[in-house]
């Protein structure tokens, strides 16, 4: 199960599912309460509308009575300032959300009131029921329309007038027997004679809570189906992409497994990033091939190289063993010297391949020419002043002396050095008198253990590791080393190098 959920594919498809459940859980919550919303607004209009009919017909003098009030109809409640329902619709049995539960109007205390009560009890005709003395002359309590606001909020009103604010608030009723949830709407009335009104109208909700489970519950069921839907595309496409993947990873196994660095990875026939990973492998193996292969060969050539001074080494030690007289100590101490030479050009290569870097010193190319010439036969320096550059003294010098060494072998006479700056470079031309290079062989004796076909003597040239160590230097020092036609017909050997400038200290 670990192994399942650590894929790329198994994280993929969770990840998208999850956004995308996340995503479904925003829209739905937005998409509900936007529809709740409006649903809500239609039935606040509708509400609105009612409540304003039946304040219009009050303040039109409809009486209590004649109002339209059908059980058909809208829920419908009629309430005086003092809190009292005066009118109510047809067959309406229980109300909440209105601020009265009363379904049913009460009789009016002057309607039920005995003979006695309408005694005069002051001879001034006026009855002050409220006890508070403050009748207006119409039989209205005049209780906070001194100006302004009234107490609970709404605006003074004149006889006959509709208040323009509305309120609003949820409830339910029952009507002929059947409950319901409703969006009342309260709108105030000012009507003479009878003091300012209530009057509050319902809409019914159940369009709205029908359209909202609707709603919901095609999300509860469709929003688990659109999840596994994203899931299983997901899982699928993954798959397909990751194919390439595989087959990548089964082939790498088996090159490994094999050891065969000449085998490649398939390439997708696309041009996404799993192509260009498949590419770079393939570079990388090929890299890794010649790598190898290189190796291999520097191993064989070391190997060969070694074995000739180390033979004839042995053969006069034993031969001087036998014969003390017959020893050569001459021939014995070139051949240890040549192994020196050997061992230690075979320790700087190995240095070189592992790649470490040349010291950043200044060093005067043209003093450092004059200083490697001194000595030699037949070798004239031409410099400027002063040619500095940044690197390892000591191999720089060993460039010059491998370039000074070659043309020594084959010049017949003459060899110069020149050095100047050309091009914002350092250059550093070596060049004899000598047969040249041909063209065809002019990058392959850079190559370790390569010697031309006039140069095979033991004796006479090298290991084949000069030039291509000076080749390796000069790279590792950020320039060039070439090698092209001289003007007196031999080889001319140029290397190119930056302008000096000192940098951190290496080991040189």
């Not at 209590?64 to 009030?69: H, P, Q, S, V």
């Not at 498949?278 to 292969?293: D, G, I, Q």
């Amino acid at each position: 199960m670990s192994r399942v959920l650590g894929s790329v594919r198994a994280r993929a498809t969770l990840g998208a599912t999850l956004v995308v459940a996340v995503a479904l859980l925003a829209a739905g919550a937005a998409v509900l309460l936007s529809l709740r919303g409006n649903l809500l607004d239609q039935a606040d209009t509708q509400a609105e509308r009612s409540a304003r009919a039946v304040a219009a017909d009050l303040a039109a003098g409809t009486a209590y009575d004649a109002l339209d009030l059908d059980d058909d109809g809208p829920p419908v409640q009629v309430v005086d300032e003092d809190g009292r329902l005066v009118a109510a619709s047809d067959g309406l049995q229980a109300v909440s959300g209105t601020g009265t539960t009363a379904a049913r109007p009460r009789p009016s205390p002057a309607a039920t009131a005995t003979p006695d009560d309408h005694r005069d009890d002051g001879g001034d005709g006026d009855d002050d029921r409220d006890g508070d003395g403050d009748d207006d002359g119409n039989g209205r309590s005049g209780r906070g329309r001194s100006g302004g606001d009234d107490d609970d909020g709404y605006a003074t009103l004149r006889p006959g007038e509709i208040a323009d604010e509305v309120r609003y608030a949820d409830g339910s009723a029952t009507v002929d027997g059947d409950r319901a949830d409703y969006r009342f709407a309260a709108v105030q009335v000012e009507v003479p004679g009878k003091g300012r009104l209530t009057v509050h109208a319902g809409a019914g909700l159940a369009t709205e809570q029908g359209a909202v489970r609707t709603a919901l519950t095609v999300m509860l069921v469709g929003f688990p189906l659109l999840l596994c839907v994203v899931g299983a595309v997901t899982w699928l496409v993954t798959r397909r992409a990751l194919r390439p993947v595989e087959g990548i990873r089964r082939e790498l196994a088996a090159i490994t497994a094999s050891a065969d660095l000449a085998r490649r990875v398939p390439v997708p026939d696309a041009h996404d990033e799993v192509a260009r990973l498949a590419r770079t492998t393939n570079e990388t193996l090929t890299a890794l091939e010649t790598s190898v292969e290189r190796q291999r060969r520097f191993v064989a050539d070391a190997s060969h190289e070694l074995r000739s001074p180390i033979a004839s080494l042995r053969t006069q030690l034993e031969v001087g063993e036998a014969h003390p007289g017959l020893l050569d100590v001459p021939g014995a101490v070139e051949d240890t010297v040549r192994l020196q030479r050997l061992a230690a050009d075979l320790l700087l290569l190995a240095r070189l391949d592992a790649g470490e870097k040349p010291a950043r010193t200044l060093v005067d190319l043209a003093e450092l020419a004059r200083e490697r010439a001194a000595g030699r036969a037949g070798v004239t320096v031409g410099a400027d002043d002063a040619v500095p550059v940044s690197g390892s003294r000591g191999q720089l010098a060993r460039v010059l002396d491998n370039l000074l060494d070659n043309a020594a072998r084959h010049a017949r006479g003459r060899i110069s050095v020149a050095v100047r700056r050309e091009g914002g470079r350092a250059v550093l031309a070596v060049a004899d008198d000598g047969d040249g290079v041909p063209e065809a062989d002019r990058e392959r004796i850079f190559e370790r253990f390569v010697r031309r076909d006039d140069a095979r003597s033991r004796d006479d040239g090298g290991a084949g590791l000069g030039l291509a160590i000076a080749r390796d230097i000069a790279v590792r020092h950020g320039g060039t080393l070439t090698v092209r036609r001289s003007p007196a017909g031999g080889a001319l050997f140029e290397l190119r190098l930056p302008p000096g400038a000192v940098g951190p200290r290496a080991v040189s």
